[in-house]
């Protein structure tokens, strides 16, 4: 009974001083950057209230997002700092009370703010992400042309099954064009039955044309006709301002809809190591939560840990670290130089031995 009521205890204090460092380290985000583009959109653009409203409330969860880890590690470094200070973790020991069993109610809370994160990363921040890009685009630099962009995709999907599946290599918007076009074409069973490539497709009178290209029927799996052509029309309606508002930046797309890009491009053998580093950290940086729950709990017991001060101190410290740490292997993810998945992981698991190595410490 006293055990429950021990978890309980810490298991609040670690989750109140976690809420705390939310509101803290959003603030300091929001103040350094958030802030400033909203006073540049002003200044340059004129933009209306409403629209700075928008671009604020649409800014937070990416912001959110970012400072789970740091808050967990921030939380327990102070929490557990403080007990270790007041003498409240001596009282514990002497109870009887072993290192895991104090520290389990702050590894557990930095479990559940993982999952948590992911699921937030996964929900929430996509959908934020590209209500935040529209306003800003539409609204605030008043864009009612088109941009070019690499790597179109659309869909054709009836009844939860896709018929028709367009990729283009580009869309260059001052010609209207669509270059490097693959069309395939699904049968029931979710099977390509035709496919038609073409080098380029312009669009007039309400219609994509096709240049340049061939046709291909498909039976279990072997192509069995083929006809090459100089223009065909491409069975696709949507216009251009439709297919590329339906276009997403990776940080606008899903778990489930960056797999499904990766996918498509692998077919069209595009390097997609910059999609795949983005799809693996959508996993990792929510995971860095846990770690940091693992690293904060036996610095935390330190004996040098007798302000808070210090402990935020050391906070800001292996934040930095583990930031820089991040942003290399995503750059060497992205790159190539290592497989997407690996690079990725990279933070974490060397988190992961830090975090062990000071809990075997502080156990003894």
Not at 317 to 323: A, G, P, Q, S
Request: net charge neutral; aromatic share 10%.
């Amino acid at each position: 009974m006293h055990i429950r009521i021990l978890d309980k205890y810490i298991f609040r204090e670690v989750l109140l001083t976690f809420l705390f460092g939310i509101c803290a380290f959003s603030a300091v985000f929001i103040g350094s950057g958030t802030l400033f583009k909203i006073a540049k959109y002003i200044t340059d653009y004129g933009a209306s209230l409403s629209s700075v409203i928008k671009v604020f409330v649409y800014g937070l969860p990416n912001v959110i997002m970012w400072t789970f880890p740091m808050s967990m590690l921030l939380a327990t470094l102070l929490t557990f700092g403080r007990l270790s200070s007041s003498s409240e973790i001596t009282a514990m020991k002497s109870c009887g009370i072993g290192f895991f069993r104090i520290a389990m109610p702050a590894i557990l809370l930095g479990f559940i703010v993982s999952i948590c994160a992911i699921l937030f990363n996964e929900y929430v921040v996509p959908w934020a992400n590209t209500a935040y890009r529209n306003v800003v685009y539409y609204e605030i630099q008043g864009n009612s042309g088109m941009k070019s962009q690499d790597h179109v995709i659309l869909k054709d999907i009836q009844n939860g099954q896709i018929q028709r599946l367009l990729y283009a290599r580009r869309y260059d918007a001052d010609t209207e064009t669509l270059q490097g076009l693959t069309l395939q074409e699904f049968n029931d069973d979710g099977k390509v039955v035709h496919v038609e490539n073409a080098d380029y497709a312009e669009y007039g009178s309400d219609q994509w044309v096709m240049h340049n290209g061939m046709l291909y029927d498909i039976t279990e799996g072997q192509s069995e006709h083929s006809l090459r052509f100089d223009k065909q029309v491409l069975p696709i309606k949507a216009s251009p301002k439709q297919i590329v508002r339906e276009q997403k930046d990776p940080e606008e797309l899903t778990m489930k809809e960056l797999k499904a890009q990766i996918e498509i491009m692998k077919t069209q053998y595009v390097d997609t190591n910059k999609l795949e580093t983005e799809l693996y950290q959508r996993i990792t940086v929510p995971m860095a939560s846990l770690i940091f729950a693992l690293v904060g709990v036996p610095l935390g017991l330190q004996p040098t840990r007798n302000s808070s001060s210090a402990g935020f101190a050391m906070s800001v410290i292996i934040i930095f670290l583990y930031y820089a740490l991040m942003t290399m292997a995503n750059a060497i993810g992205r790159s190539g130089a290592l497989a997407p998945m690996l690079a990725v992981w990279i933070p974490n698991i060397v988190g992961l031995i830090a975090g062990l190595i000071l809990v075997r410490r502080a156990s003894r």
